[in-house]
């Protein structure tokens, strides 16, 4: 059942297959038997030729990435066990079938044994998006078993990997429908109505990953001032308005996020005067602000995408905290996060307690958050644990 093409590992370069990580490193390369294309289908054994697993050939640090640790092809039908492994997941945790809520991420790269790919559901549209060759060479088939696993669930697939493909792999591909097409771009997360960008915004047009972290902040909002920053389309401002908030405060560097802001807004709280966007730059909008807003939410882009940026990170991390808290009354909430996949829960943690040492604030942790069930993590893969927050009270 072979692929046909084969990569030797280094001796003694096989332990961490054994222990079903999923990628393999090029410097654990021995040799290549046959003519490698980038995202070819490859094996990978041991230095005594012994099968250890299959996956996608790729340029890079990580050379291959693993779909399987079985020997099984890779056709129709293991897209089709794979998809509909994930999307139990999904129901399993009460993400599906609800009519309050159609905005899911039905697989989350390596989480859902599926590195490389990432799909989102939005209503009755599915955006997939490649961050591998292989899975961007795979595509039509990929379609094809979401439309399998779907059934009439599903009305379109947006194909959505413009700017996450590897640049150097010269794809020049473009987004754009795969299969249907859907323009109805409005749906729904825990009642609340949200236009989603899946053209031209960021990740595959809202950042899914973030549900229960607004749903908890919506019951902090009461009666506060809420100042949201790096708010993108406004998803924790609108959940802010639904808990009650004396007023809401969007801030963007984009002007086509305070677009989407202002439209969500309209879609859920139309002519609310409690709202207000602003388009401009952060640390700008934290060094001019006044000492008014009791409930801050920080989450900005992700600072350190590889380690090499990751003490630069750190340091963008205290800096961002420790402008806010200097100007948070005593007794409020700040909402604080990272992204980076590069920084550790401990290091974002003491970040912020840097920030905190700073401005010399008595500051409680309330809550520790991270990324939710439908961005699982592989028990094999640590390093898909991306998301981390804190919920502090700040005296």
Known sequence: MSSGKTIFLRRGKDESLKRFHPWVFSGAVHHVDGDLDEGDIVDVCNSEGEFLARGHWQIGSIAVRILTFDDEPIDGEFWRSRLAAALAVRRSVGLTGREDSDIYRLVHGEGDNLPGLVIDIYGKTAVVQAHSVGMHVNREAIVQALREVMGDNLCAV?????TTLPFKAQLAQENGFLWGECRDNVARENGLSFRIDWLKGQK???FVDQRDNRHLLEQYARGRRVLNMFC???G???????GGAQLVHSVDSSAKAIELVNENMQLNFPNDSRHEAFAEDAFRFLDEMKPMYDLVILDPPAFAKHKDSLKNALRGYTKLNARAMEKMPSGSI???FSCSQAVSKDQFRLAVFTAAAICRRRVRILHQLHQPAD????????EGEYLKGLVLYVE
């Open 158 to 162: 947006y194909y959505k990997s413009e």
């Open 204 to 206: 595959t047009g809202f």
């Open 232 to 234: 993108y389309t406004g």
């Open 236 to 242: 924790f401002s609108v959940y802010a308005m639904r």
């Open 334 to 336: 700040l909402f604080t």
């Open 375 to 382: 961005h699982p993590v592989n028990i094999y893969h640590p």
